[in-house]
């Protein structure tokens, strides 16, 4: 199966999670993380919920419960459930993903790195995740946290190379090369100034 890779926007959007165990409050902390508005639908929720600002429906799934969703998670032990989920999130039709059943599932979670604005995600399809939480922290040492400042200031730069330069050629050119510097070390070991300067030096470099 080849899949599409998509980064979705679910800021202000319904997400209904099913279900109230440790793995739906993590598949919950991370839609929260990305702004999203989360319905948890269980009888009772784990202590993994108490520091979750989360909406929630104290019983057990009922069908109807999707109505108004964006993307809906079923993270229950009881399969009868999860197929009843997906049932009703085929109808409507819904983003799905059943926890631990790749086959009821239109879309996995894959791996992720943040790192600020970047994110480095990776997927087995479903096949085995525990591969991508080993490929995720070998990611994760490569790219160390500077890098959340290094994109925030290339960025920037960006910015000022499309306002300051006007020849369209040399905008391409200067845009290149900044994203080949290497600004971690400098970060680490000088601070963002040292890496200010840098980016300044390689602009000014085309606007003789």
Request: hydrophobic letters at 40%.
């Amino acid at each position: 199966m080849v899949l599409y890779p998509v980064n979705l926007k679910v800021e202000g959007r319904r997400c209904v999670i099913i279900g109230g165990g440790r793995v739906a409050a993590r598949k919950a902390a991370s839609l929260l993380e990305c702004g999203a508005r989360v319905r948890v639908i269980s009888p009772e929720l784990k202590s993994d919920f108490d520091e979750l600002r989360v909406e929630q429906v104290a019983r057990p799934y009922q069908a109807g419960d999707l109505e108004g969703a964006f993307l809906v998670i079923a993270a229950t032990d009881d399969q009868a459930v999860n197929r009843a989920v997906e049932a009703e999130a085929q109808q409507r039709g819904l983003l799905l993903n059943v926890v631990d059943r790749p086959g009821q599932c239109n879309f996995y979670v894959p791996s992720s790195v943040r790192r600020g604005e970047l994110m480095l995600t990776v997927s087995t399809g479903g096949q085995l995740p525990a591969l991508s939480k080993r490929l995720r922290r070998q990611l994760e040492e490569e790219f160390p946290a500077e890098w959340a400042v290094a994109l925030e200031l290339m960025g920037e730069a960006r910015g000022q190379v499309i306002s300051r330069l006007k020849d369209e050629s040399s905008k391409k050119e200067c845009l290149t090369e900044l994203a080949a510097l290497d600004l971690i070390p400098l970060l680490r070991d000088a601070g963002e100034p040292a890496a200010r300067s840098e980016i300044e030096k390689c602009i000014s470099r085309y606007l003789a």
